[in-house]
DNA sequence: AAATACCGTTGATAAATATCAATGGTGTCG
DNA sequence: CGACACCATTGATATTTATCAACGGTATTT
Protein backbone atom coordinates (compact mmCIF):
# COMPACT_ATOMS: atom_id res chain seq x y z
CA UNK A 1 0.00 0.00 0.00
CA UNK A 2 1.34 2.98 -1.11
CA UNK A 3 2.07 5.90 1.62
CA UNK A 4 0.49 9.21 2.00
CA UNK A 5 2.83 12.26 1.97
CA UNK A 6 3.03 13.56 5.03
CA UNK A 7 2.18 16.75 4.77
CA UNK A 8 -0.99 15.57 4.08
CA UNK A 9 -1.28 14.07 6.79
CA UNK A 10 -0.74 16.80 9.17
CA UNK A 11 -3.32 19.20 7.10
CA UNK A 12 -5.82 16.82 8.36
CA UNK A 13 -4.69 16.70 11.50
CA UNK A 14 -4.81 20.43 12.16
CA UNK A 15 -8.48 20.61 10.32
CA UNK A 16 -9.43 17.71 12.48
CA UNK A 17 -8.39 19.63 16.06
CA UNK A 18 -10.25 23.08 14.45
CA UNK A 19 -13.42 20.68 13.81
CA UNK A 20 -13.46 19.10 17.44
CA UNK A 21 -12.80 22.55 19.00
CA UNK A 22 -15.77 23.61 16.62
CA UNK A 23 -17.69 20.41 17.42
CA UNK A 24 -17.49 21.27 21.59
CA UNK A 25 -19.09 24.71 21.39
CA UNK A 26 -21.73 23.55 19.32
CA UNK A 27 -22.71 20.76 21.55
CA UNK A 28 -21.94 22.65 24.98
CA UNK A 29 -24.65 25.63 22.97
CA UNK A 30 -26.48 23.44 21.13
CA UNK A 31 -29.14 22.36 24.11
CA UNK A 32 -28.64 25.29 26.56
CA UNK A 33 -32.04 26.66 26.20
CA UNK A 34 -33.70 23.42 25.55
CA UNK A 35 -32.34 22.14 29.32
CA UNK A 36 -32.68 25.47 30.95
CA UNK A 37 -36.78 25.65 30.27
CA UNK A 38 -37.52 22.00 31.47
CA UNK A 39 -35.37 22.73 34.40
CA UNK A 40 -37.54 25.90 35.02
CA UNK A 41 -40.21 23.49 36.07
CA UNK A 42 -38.75 19.93 36.77
CA UNK A 43 -35.64 18.95 37.84
CA UNK A 44 -33.22 16.70 35.43
CA UNK A 45 -29.85 14.92 36.92
CA UNK A 46 -26.90 14.65 34.40
CA UNK A 47 -28.31 10.81 33.72
CA UNK A 48 -31.45 11.88 32.37
CA UNK A 49 -30.29 15.09 30.50
CA UNK A 50 -28.29 12.21 28.92
CA UNK A 51 -31.07 10.25 28.45
CA UNK A 52 -33.01 12.73 26.68
CA UNK A 53 -29.50 13.88 24.18
CA UNK A 54 -30.02 10.62 23.01
CA UNK A 55 -33.28 10.95 21.12
CA UNK A 56 -32.67 14.71 20.19
CA UNK A 57 -31.58 15.39 17.09
CA UNK A 58 -29.97 18.76 16.35
CA UNK A 59 -30.88 20.67 13.00
CA UNK A 60 -29.66 23.83 11.40
CA UNK A 61 -32.41 25.55 9.05
CA UNK A 62 -31.43 28.69 7.14
CA UNK A 63 -33.64 31.33 6.61
CA UNK A 64 -37.18 30.29 4.50
CA UNK A 65 -36.32 27.10 4.45
CA UNK A 66 -39.28 24.75 5.02
CA UNK A 67 -39.18 22.17 8.40
CA UNK A 68 -42.66 20.90 7.76
CA UNK A 69 -44.81 21.35 4.17
CA UNK A 70 -48.11 20.92 3.06
CA UNK A 71 -48.91 16.96 2.69
CA UNK A 72 -45.79 15.76 4.52
CA UNK A 73 -46.17 14.32 8.13
CA UNK A 74 -44.97 15.99 10.53
CA UNK A 75 -42.52 13.53 11.99
CA UNK A 76 -41.23 15.74 14.83
CA UNK A 77 -41.96 18.22 17.02
CA UNK A 78 -39.22 21.14 17.11
CA UNK A 79 -37.34 23.20 19.65
CA UNK A 80 -36.29 26.59 19.40
CA UNK A 81 -33.21 26.90 20.53
CA UNK A 82 -32.47 29.74 18.64
CA UNK A 83 -33.99 32.02 15.92
CA UNK A 84 -37.68 31.85 14.68
CA UNK A 85 -40.22 30.27 13.19
CA UNK A 86 -43.64 30.23 11.85
CA UNK A 87 -46.57 28.06 10.86
CA UNK A 88 -49.22 28.67 8.55
CA UNK A 89 -51.65 27.34 6.17
CA UNK A 90 -52.40 28.04 2.36
CA UNK A 91 -56.13 29.41 2.18
CA UNK A 92 -57.89 28.37 -1.45
CA UNK A 93 -57.83 32.20 -2.08
CA UNK A 94 -54.09 31.44 -2.63
CA UNK A 95 -52.91 33.31 0.91
CA UNK A 96 -51.34 32.45 3.60
CA UNK A 97 -53.08 32.38 6.98
CA UNK A 98 -50.07 32.49 10.25
CA UNK A 99 -51.01 30.10 12.87
CA UNK A 100 -48.20 30.27 15.50
CA UNK A 101 -44.82 31.29 15.67
CA UNK A 102 -41.79 30.02 17.56
CA UNK A 103 -39.10 32.19 19.22
CA UNK A 104 -36.50 30.55 21.28
CA UNK A 105 -37.41 28.51 24.09
CA UNK A 106 -40.71 27.78 22.24
CA UNK A 107 -42.16 24.42 20.77
CA UNK A 108 -43.66 24.22 17.54
CA UNK A 109 -45.21 20.96 15.35
CA UNK A 110 -48.79 20.54 13.67
CA UNK A 111 -49.52 18.50 16.83
CA UNK A 112 -52.46 16.50 14.98
CA UNK A 113 -50.83 15.62 12.33
CA UNK A 114 -47.94 14.28 14.66
CA UNK A 115 -49.97 12.54 16.57
CA UNK A 116 -51.82 11.06 14.36
CA UNK A 117 -49.26 10.15 11.21
CA UNK A 118 -51.74 12.23 8.89
CA UNK A 119 -51.13 14.04 6.10
CA UNK A 120 -50.57 17.82 7.61
CA UNK A 121 -52.02 20.86 6.35
CA UNK A 122 -49.60 23.17 7.74
CA UNK A 123 -46.24 24.71 6.41
CA UNK A 124 -43.78 25.59 8.97
CA UNK A 125 -40.54 27.75 7.53
CA UNK A 126 -37.72 29.88 9.41
CA UNK A 127 -38.47 33.42 9.67
CA UNK A 128 -34.68 33.78 10.60
CA UNK A 129 -31.33 31.41 10.72
CA UNK A 130 -32.31 28.90 13.16
CA UNK A 131 -30.93 25.69 15.68
CA UNK A 132 -33.43 23.42 16.08
CA UNK A 133 -33.88 20.42 18.46
CA UNK A 134 -36.39 17.67 16.85
CA UNK A 135 -37.72 14.87 18.38
CA UNK A 136 -40.20 12.05 16.87
CA UNK A 137 -42.95 10.65 18.72
CA UNK A 138 -41.59 7.48 19.82
CA UNK A 139 -38.70 9.46 21.17
CA UNK A 140 -41.20 11.32 23.24
CA UNK A 141 -42.79 8.49 24.59
CA UNK A 142 -39.49 6.44 24.93
CA UNK A 143 -38.51 9.66 27.19
CA UNK A 144 -41.94 9.86 29.36
CA UNK A 145 -41.42 6.14 30.21
CA UNK A 146 -37.58 6.55 31.36
CA UNK A 147 -38.13 9.49 32.91
CA UNK A 148 -41.49 9.81 34.65
CA UNK A 149 -41.19 13.13 35.59
CA UNK A 150 -41.12 14.18 32.07
CA UNK A 151 -44.62 13.08 31.37
CA UNK A 152 -45.76 15.81 34.48
CA UNK A 153 -44.11 18.21 32.17
CA UNK A 154 -45.52 16.98 29.39
CA UNK A 155 -49.04 17.74 31.20
CA UNK A 156 -48.33 20.97 32.41
CA UNK A 157 -47.14 22.07 29.08
CA UNK A 158 -49.83 20.89 27.39
CA UNK A 159 -52.17 22.40 29.76
CA UNK A 160 -50.13 25.83 30.00
CA UNK A 161 -50.54 25.50 26.04
CA UNK A 162 -54.07 25.03 25.85
CA UNK A 163 -54.84 27.73 28.49
CA UNK A 164 -52.80 30.00 26.13
CA UNK A 165 -55.14 29.18 22.90
CA UNK A 166 -57.71 29.96 24.87
CA UNK A 167 -57.42 33.29 26.20
CA UNK A 168 -55.77 34.04 22.08
CA UNK A 169 -59.46 32.62 21.55
CA UNK A 170 -60.88 35.38 23.97
CA UNK A 171 -59.10 38.11 22.90
CA UNK A 172 -59.55 37.63 18.89
CA UNK A 173 -63.48 37.22 19.93
CA UNK A 174 -64.05 40.08 22.42
CA UNK A 175 -61.10 42.53 21.20
CA UNK A 176 -60.82 45.27 18.39
CA UNK A 177 -58.54 44.94 15.90
CA UNK A 178 -56.23 47.51 17.53
CA UNK A 179 -56.74 46.30 21.35
CA UNK A 180 -55.25 42.73 19.62
CA UNK A 181 -52.60 44.33 18.44
CA UNK A 182 -51.74 46.23 21.21
CA UNK A 183 -52.14 42.79 23.36
CA UNK A 184 -49.54 41.13 21.10
CA UNK A 185 -47.33 44.25 20.96
CA UNK A 186 -47.33 44.29 24.76
CA UNK A 187 -47.25 40.32 25.62
CA UNK A 188 -44.58 39.57 22.41
CA UNK A 189 -42.61 42.70 21.48
CA UNK A 190 -39.90 40.77 20.44
CA UNK A 191 -42.28 38.85 17.67
CA UNK A 192 -43.51 42.30 16.17
CA UNK A 193 -40.14 43.12 16.04
CA UNK A 194 -38.63 40.29 14.34
CA UNK A 195 -41.58 39.88 12.20
CA UNK A 196 -42.64 41.19 8.67
CA UNK A 197 -46.00 43.75 9.74
CA UNK A 198 -47.90 41.47 7.07
CA UNK A 199 -47.39 38.23 8.78
CA UNK A 200 -48.69 40.19 11.99
CA UNK A 201 -51.30 41.03 10.30
CA UNK A 202 -52.28 37.48 9.27
CA UNK A 203 -51.88 36.10 12.77
CA UNK A 204 -54.47 38.61 14.33
CA UNK A 205 -56.43 37.40 11.20
CA UNK A 206 -56.21 40.86 9.17
CA UNK A 207 -55.35 41.91 5.67
CA UNK A 208 -52.09 43.92 5.38
CA UNK A 209 -53.92 46.86 4.59
CA UNK A 210 -56.47 46.54 7.50
CA UNK A 211 -53.60 46.34 9.74
CA UNK A 212 -51.62 49.16 8.69
CA UNK A 213 -54.37 51.08 8.52
CA UNK A 214 -55.65 50.25 11.86
CA UNK A 215 -51.54 51.47 13.19
CA UNK A 216 -52.40 54.81 11.67
CA UNK A 217 -55.65 55.09 13.55
CA UNK A 218 -53.63 54.62 17.17
CA UNK A 219 -51.01 57.39 16.46
CA UNK A 220 -53.26 60.00 15.48
CA UNK A 221 -56.21 59.48 17.16
CA UNK A 222 -58.02 62.27 19.35
CA UNK B 1 -87.42 8.70 79.03
CA UNK B 2 -90.97 8.71 76.95
CA UNK B 3 -91.81 6.09 74.44
CA UNK B 4 -92.69 7.03 71.03
CA UNK B 5 -95.19 5.56 69.81
CA UNK B 6 -94.96 2.17 67.39
CA UNK B 7 -96.50 4.18 64.58
CA UNK B 8 -94.32 6.46 64.12
CA UNK B 9 -91.48 4.32 64.19
CA UNK B 10 -92.56 1.84 62.04
CA UNK B 11 -93.43 4.70 59.43
CA UNK B 12 -89.68 5.42 59.93
CA UNK B 13 -88.92 2.49 58.69
CA UNK B 14 -90.52 2.50 55.82
CA UNK B 15 -89.78 5.84 54.44
CA UNK B 16 -85.77 4.44 54.95
CA UNK B 17 -85.86 1.48 52.96
CA UNK B 18 -87.40 3.52 50.06
CA UNK B 19 -84.76 6.30 50.61
CA UNK B 20 -82.39 3.87 50.58
CA UNK B 21 -83.30 2.01 47.47
CA UNK B 22 -83.66 5.14 45.59
CA UNK B 23 -79.92 6.19 46.76
CA UNK B 24 -78.63 3.04 45.75
CA UNK B 25 -80.38 3.60 42.30
CA UNK B 26 -78.54 7.21 42.32
CA UNK B 27 -75.31 6.06 43.18
CA UNK B 28 -75.17 3.14 40.77
CA UNK B 29 -75.93 5.57 38.17
CA UNK B 30 -74.42 8.59 38.93
CA UNK B 31 -70.70 7.62 37.90
CA UNK B 32 -71.88 5.65 34.86
CA UNK B 33 -70.80 8.12 32.14
CA UNK B 34 -67.61 9.00 34.31
CA UNK B 35 -65.61 5.29 34.48
CA UNK B 36 -67.27 4.52 30.98
CA UNK B 37 -65.58 7.48 29.43
CA UNK B 38 -61.90 6.45 31.38
CA UNK B 39 -62.01 3.54 30.93
CA UNK B 40 -62.15 4.15 26.97
CA UNK B 41 -58.32 4.94 27.39
CA UNK B 42 -57.08 3.41 30.33
CA UNK B 43 -58.38 0.72 32.77
CA UNK B 44 -59.34 1.51 36.30
CA UNK B 45 -59.61 -1.41 38.83
CA UNK B 46 -62.48 -1.49 41.00
CA UNK B 47 -60.12 -0.47 43.87
CA UNK B 48 -58.95 2.19 41.78
CA UNK B 49 -62.37 3.99 41.11
CA UNK B 50 -63.04 3.66 44.67
CA UNK B 51 -60.17 5.85 45.01
CA UNK B 52 -61.23 8.08 42.67
CA UNK B 53 -65.29 8.09 43.75
CA UNK B 54 -63.53 9.73 47.55
CA UNK B 55 -63.00 12.85 45.13
CA UNK B 56 -65.68 13.30 43.32
CA UNK B 57 -68.67 15.42 44.44
CA UNK B 58 -71.98 14.74 42.69
CA UNK B 59 -74.30 17.72 42.11
CA UNK B 60 -77.31 18.18 40.27
CA UNK B 61 -78.17 21.39 38.78
CA UNK B 62 -81.48 22.22 37.12
CA UNK B 63 -81.92 24.57 34.16
CA UNK B 64 -80.92 28.01 34.33
CA UNK B 65 -78.37 27.70 37.38
CA UNK B 66 -75.23 28.94 37.15
CA UNK B 67 -72.33 26.51 38.26
CA UNK B 68 -69.76 29.21 38.00
CA UNK B 69 -70.54 32.85 38.00
CA UNK B 70 -68.01 35.76 36.51
CA UNK B 71 -65.72 36.70 39.52
CA UNK B 72 -66.18 33.46 41.37
CA UNK B 73 -62.96 31.37 41.09
CA UNK B 74 -63.52 28.00 39.71
CA UNK B 75 -63.07 25.56 42.29
CA UNK B 76 -64.34 22.51 40.07
CA UNK B 77 -63.85 20.78 37.02
CA UNK B 78 -66.79 19.68 36.21
CA UNK B 79 -68.03 16.18 34.51
CA UNK B 80 -71.37 16.21 32.68
CA UNK B 81 -73.00 12.43 33.70
CA UNK B 82 -76.47 13.97 31.77
CA UNK B 83 -77.65 17.39 30.71
CA UNK B 84 -75.90 20.09 28.94
CA UNK B 85 -74.28 23.37 30.21
CA UNK B 86 -72.49 26.25 28.20
CA UNK B 87 -69.58 28.62 29.50
CA UNK B 88 -69.84 32.17 28.38
CA UNK B 89 -68.57 35.18 29.00
CA UNK B 90 -70.36 38.70 29.16
CA UNK B 91 -68.30 41.68 26.75
CA UNK B 92 -68.92 45.72 27.17
CA UNK B 93 -71.78 45.65 25.23
CA UNK B 94 -73.61 43.63 27.45
CA UNK B 95 -73.99 40.28 25.18
CA UNK B 96 -72.99 36.85 25.99
CA UNK B 97 -70.14 35.25 24.00
CA UNK B 98 -70.45 31.84 23.97
CA UNK B 99 -67.20 29.48 24.78
CA UNK B 100 -67.93 26.30 24.95
CA UNK B 101 -71.02 23.57 25.20
CA UNK B 102 -70.63 20.75 27.08
CA UNK B 103 -72.46 17.29 26.81
CA UNK B 104 -72.60 13.88 28.81
CA UNK B 105 -69.48 12.85 29.03
CA UNK B 106 -67.59 16.24 28.18
CA UNK B 107 -65.93 18.22 31.03
CA UNK B 108 -66.23 21.89 31.20
CA UNK B 109 -64.73 24.38 33.62
CA UNK B 110 -62.36 28.24 33.18
CA UNK B 111 -58.72 25.75 33.11
CA UNK B 112 -57.11 29.17 34.17
CA UNK B 113 -59.15 30.47 36.64
CA UNK B 114 -58.86 26.29 38.31
CA UNK B 115 -55.68 26.34 38.16
CA UNK B 116 -54.33 29.79 38.86
CA UNK B 117 -57.17 30.73 41.41
CA UNK B 118 -57.92 33.80 39.47
CA UNK B 119 -61.26 34.87 39.74
CA UNK B 120 -63.08 34.06 36.11
CA UNK B 121 -64.04 36.18 33.66
CA UNK B 122 -66.89 33.12 32.38
CA UNK B 123 -70.22 32.24 33.62
CA UNK B 124 -71.09 28.51 33.37
CA UNK B 125 -75.08 27.43 33.53
CA UNK B 126 -76.89 24.63 32.95
CA UNK B 127 -79.23 24.42 29.59
CA UNK B 128 -80.86 21.51 30.47
CA UNK B 129 -81.20 19.78 34.06
CA UNK B 130 -77.47 18.30 34.64
CA UNK B 131 -76.27 15.67 36.91
CA UNK B 132 -72.96 16.61 37.31
CA UNK B 133 -69.78 15.06 39.37
CA UNK B 134 -67.03 17.87 40.76
CA UNK B 135 -63.95 17.14 41.20
CA UNK B 136 -61.09 20.02 42.76
CA UNK B 137 -57.79 20.60 41.76
CA UNK B 138 -56.09 18.96 45.05
CA UNK B 139 -58.30 16.22 44.24
CA UNK B 140 -57.36 15.62 40.74
CA UNK B 141 -53.53 15.79 41.94
CA UNK B 142 -54.55 13.36 44.47
CA UNK B 143 -55.87 11.39 41.82
CA UNK B 144 -52.63 11.63 39.53
CA UNK B 145 -50.40 10.96 42.39
CA UNK B 146 -52.60 7.51 43.94
CA UNK B 147 -52.98 6.64 40.08
CA UNK B 148 -50.17 6.95 37.68
CA UNK B 149 -51.86 5.58 34.71
CA UNK B 150 -54.63 9.11 35.12
CA UNK B 151 -51.81 11.48 34.51
CA UNK B 152 -51.05 9.69 31.11
CA UNK B 153 -55.12 10.15 31.16
CA UNK B 154 -54.46 13.61 31.66
CA UNK B 155 -52.00 14.40 29.62
CA UNK B 156 -54.00 12.63 26.21
CA UNK B 157 -57.16 14.24 27.08
CA UNK B 158 -55.68 17.42 27.31
CA UNK B 159 -53.53 16.92 24.43
CA UNK B 160 -56.98 16.16 22.66
CA UNK B 161 -58.35 19.04 24.17
CA UNK B 162 -55.42 21.17 22.41
CA UNK B 163 -55.94 19.80 18.72
CA UNK B 164 -59.86 20.31 18.77
CA UNK B 165 -58.96 23.31 19.65
CA UNK B 166 -56.40 24.47 17.39
CA UNK B 167 -58.74 22.28 14.90
CA UNK B 168 -61.74 24.83 15.66
CA UNK B 169 -59.42 28.22 15.72
CA UNK B 170 -58.22 27.02 11.61
CA UNK B 171 -62.17 26.27 10.98
CA UNK B 172 -63.35 30.05 12.50
CA UNK B 173 -60.32 31.39 10.48
CA UNK B 174 -60.58 29.55 7.34
CA UNK B 175 -64.32 28.49 6.61
CA UNK B 176 -67.23 31.12 5.67
CA UNK B 177 -70.22 31.59 7.84
CA UNK B 178 -71.98 28.91 6.11
CA UNK B 179 -69.69 26.46 6.24
CA UNK B 180 -68.59 26.83 9.97
CA UNK B 181 -72.23 25.84 10.55
CA UNK B 182 -72.91 22.85 8.60
CA UNK B 183 -69.31 21.54 9.98
CA UNK B 184 -70.96 21.97 13.53
CA UNK B 185 -73.90 20.72 12.29
CA UNK B 186 -72.42 17.37 11.10
CA UNK B 187 -69.94 16.95 14.10
CA UNK B 188 -72.33 17.72 16.63
CA UNK B 189 -75.78 17.58 15.72
CA UNK B 190 -76.72 16.94 19.28
CA UNK B 191 -75.81 20.06 20.02
CA UNK B 192 -77.30 22.54 17.38
CA UNK B 193 -80.47 20.63 18.21
CA UNK B 194 -81.13 21.07 21.58
CA UNK B 195 -79.30 24.65 22.40
CA UNK B 196 -81.05 27.90 21.13
CA UNK B 197 -80.29 29.47 17.59
CA UNK B 198 -78.73 32.41 19.18
CA UNK B 199 -76.33 30.45 21.28
CA UNK B 200 -75.23 28.86 18.43
CA UNK B 201 -74.59 31.81 16.14
CA UNK B 202 -73.11 33.35 19.35
CA UNK B 203 -70.35 30.47 19.92
CA UNK B 204 -69.69 30.68 15.66
CA UNK B 205 -68.69 34.07 16.38
CA UNK B 206 -71.81 35.28 14.47
CA UNK B 207 -75.18 37.72 15.41
CA UNK B 208 -78.38 36.04 15.86
CA UNK B 209 -79.90 37.50 12.48
CA UNK B 210 -76.62 36.52 10.65
CA UNK B 211 -77.38 33.16 11.51
CA UNK B 212 -80.84 33.10 10.25
CA UNK B 213 -80.31 34.94 7.19
CA UNK B 214 -77.42 32.63 6.54
CA UNK B 215 -79.35 29.16 7.14
CA UNK B 216 -81.75 30.99 5.01
CA UNK B 217 -79.10 31.21 2.04
CA UNK B 218 -78.41 27.59 2.49
CA UNK B 219 -81.84 26.46 1.67
CA UNK B 220 -82.87 28.09 -1.70
CA UNK B 221 -79.91 29.07 -3.29
CA UNK B 222 -79.36 27.87 -7.35
C1' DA C 1 -24.53 48.89 -10.27
C1' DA C 2 -28.74 47.52 -12.13
C1' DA C 3 -32.55 44.52 -11.80
C1' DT C 4 -35.67 42.39 -8.99
C1' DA C 5 -38.27 40.90 -5.06
C1' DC C 6 -40.32 42.30 -0.93
C1' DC C 7 -42.86 45.35 1.92
C1' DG C 8 -45.71 49.02 3.92
C1' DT C 9 -48.83 52.63 2.79
C1' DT C 10 -52.74 54.91 0.67
C1' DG C 11 -57.04 55.50 -2.15
C1' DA C 12 -61.39 53.87 -4.17
C1' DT C 13 -64.80 50.51 -4.05
C1' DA C 14 -67.18 46.17 -2.83
C1' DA C 15 -68.73 42.73 0.32
C1' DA C 16 -69.80 40.90 4.71
C1' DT C 17 -71.68 41.56 9.00
C1' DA C 18 -73.54 44.30 12.86
C1' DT C 19 -77.02 47.22 14.58
C1' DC C 20 -81.61 48.88 15.28
C1' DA C 21 -86.43 48.14 14.99
C1' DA C 22 -90.57 45.61 14.33
C1' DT C 23 -93.36 41.29 13.96
C1' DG C 24 -95.34 36.93 14.99
C1' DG C 25 -94.93 32.50 17.10
C1' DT C 26 -94.44 29.51 21.05
C1' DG C 27 -94.21 28.14 25.53
C1' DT C 28 -94.44 29.18 30.61
C1' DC C 29 -96.39 30.77 34.77
C1' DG C 30 -99.50 32.91 37.81
C1' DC D 1 -107.14 31.93 30.42
C1' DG D 2 -104.29 35.88 29.82
C1' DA D 3 -99.88 38.20 30.55
C1' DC D 4 -95.27 37.74 29.79
C1' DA D 5 -90.73 36.01 28.53
C1' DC D 6 -88.20 34.05 24.97
C1' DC D 7 -87.02 33.35 20.37
C1' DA D 8 -86.48 33.32 15.18
C1' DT D 9 -87.19 36.05 11.27
C1' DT D 10 -87.13 40.05 8.27
C1' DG D 11 -86.20 44.87 6.65
C1' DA D 12 -83.47 49.12 6.55
C1' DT D 13 -79.23 51.10 7.50
C1' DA D 14 -74.48 51.71 9.36
C1' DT D 15 -69.97 49.97 10.18
C1' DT D 16 -66.16 47.21 9.52
C1' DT D 17 -63.10 44.91 6.76
C1' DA D 18 -61.66 42.92 2.35
C1' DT D 19 -60.35 43.60 -2.29
C1' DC D 20 -58.11 45.73 -6.15
C1' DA D 21 -54.75 48.88 -7.77
C1' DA D 22 -50.90 51.89 -7.59
C1' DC D 23 -46.67 53.96 -5.51
C1' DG D 24 -42.24 54.45 -3.32
C1' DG D 25 -38.79 52.72 -0.40
C1' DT D 26 -35.47 49.18 0.97
C1' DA D 27 -33.15 44.98 0.83
C1' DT D 28 -31.41 41.14 -1.97
C1' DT D 29 -29.67 39.07 -6.02
C1' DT D 30 -27.25 38.87 -10.19
Known sequence: MKQLPLFLFERCRITLRLN??????????????FFKK????????????????????????RKKQFILQEGDVCKYSIFVEKGLLRSYSVNEKGNDQVVQFALEGWWIAD?????????????IDALEDCELLLINNDGLKE?????????EFSFLQMQNAYIALERRWSHMV??????????????YPDIVQRVPQHMIASYLGLTPE?????????????
Chains 1, 2 share one sequence.
Open 174 to 187: TLSTEERYNKLLDK
Open 111 to 123: LYSFITGEPSRYN
Open 38 to 61: INEVIHLTADEEAIFKNYLKPKKL
Open 20 to 33: LAKLCLFLSGMYEV
Open 143 to 151: VRRQIPKFL
Open 210 to 222: TLSRAKKQMTLPK
